[in-house]
Every structure is written in structure tokens, then in C-alpha cells.
């Protein structure tokens, strides 16, 4: 009786891990293949959006052409951090965001200004770059030397040339010249920028560059200041 008993015994738990077994095991889902050649070639030609460039208006004249009347205008700080090897900084110089409320450089005392930035087709780069100005009204700025070119955009004029120059910190001279018929003037890179800044695929404050308030504290001079003075609240 009790030989029986174990046999059924040992039958029953065969079953039963065979059972068990059929539960678990399921049937992988097949993995999703796709055209090598397509996929490659889509990826070639594509092209990266192209990205702008500052104009950077110095002693040597740049030359430019004014195309648009709109701009965009960004809170700035303007900074000239040196590096420091020995805490491993590299320094940090030029106009930077402002963080706006919870801003490091607001709290330390750094002068926020205003800066505004008009798209221009820059001829020595061959593209569409961004001239940055400050919102400065006296004579010799750049602000104020602009405004008659602008209007010269507004009235809706053929293309011509702007060339501008500084001499000291903030006195500039711009001076429009017309452009001979056979120069080119920008025409199809405007043309595919205004595009693209409709599609939403260009950003024309994106010339300036973003800081975290993080990697503003661990700067050698803004952190010895906040030291003392304490934390951003």
C-alpha cells in the first residue's frame, strides 16, 4: 500500500512541475528590425540645425546688412571671472542670464542690465549672426546709431551695408553704405533663417549663455563672496 502511495505520490508532483513549468515559459516577443540603408541615410540628411553667432563689434569694422526690425531682449549680467588652477576653474568672462529671481550674480551685488539683440546677416561669416547693444541712448551708442538704419528696414528699402566699429568701451560709429547690384546680399540665408524662427527651430537669445546658479557659487571669487555674505535666500 505504501509503495503505491508513493508512486502516485511522485506522479502527481511530475505533473504539477510540469505545470508549473508551462507557466513560466512564454514565447519571446520578436525584436523590432529596421532598413539599415534607410535608417543611415535618413540620419546622413538630416542636417544639425545651424546654430548663431555673436557679432562682435571691436576697433576692426564689421560689416553687416539689416534685414529685420524684431529682436529679443534678455536680463544680463556681464562677468570677468579669471581662471583659477588651483580650484580647478576655468574662468568665466562676457554677458551671461540672469537667474532672475533666485539670481547668485543679484544677490552678490553684480549690475543686471538689459541687452538686446538683433538678428543681421554678418558678411564675413557668410550667415545670419546676432548684434547685442545695450539699452545706452547717448549719441555714440550703438543703440542710438541704429535707430536710422531700422528705419531704412521699415520703409521696406533694398538691402544695404552697415559698417560698425568701437572705439573705448561703448563709442561707436556706423556708417551705410549701398550695396553694388552684383554683391551678395544675404538673400537665401535670411531667407532660411526667417524660416527656421518660424518653425520655432532657432533661438535668437540663445547667443547667450546660461549659467546654473550651482556652477556660478563654485566660481572662486562668487564663492568667497558668498561665504561671507551668505546664501542665496
Known sequence: MSDNSDTTTTAAAR??????TGAV??????PVLQNALELFQSETETEAPESLHTVRVGEDSRFVVPFTLSLSTVDVHYV?????EANGSTGLRGYIRCNDE??????????KTLRHLLPVY?????????LGFTDNVRPKSLRAQLIPALKRVDADDPPFLLEISRSGKSDFQVEQHELPAE???GADAITNFIGRLKRGEVSIDSTIETVSNDSLAAIPNVERILSTKGGVS
Do not use: F, M, W
Open 25 to 30: 515559459t512564454s514565447t519571446p516577443e520578436p
Open 102 to 111: 533666485a539670481c547668485v550674480l543679484c544677490h552678490i551685488g553684480v549690475k
Open 122 to 130: 554678418d558678411i564675413e561669416e557668410g550667415s545670419v549672426g546676432v
Open 80 to 84: 570677468d571671472y579669471p581662471s583659477d
Open 183 to 185: 554683391a551678395k546680399n
Open 15 to 20: 505533473k504539477t512541475r510540469k505545470r508549473q
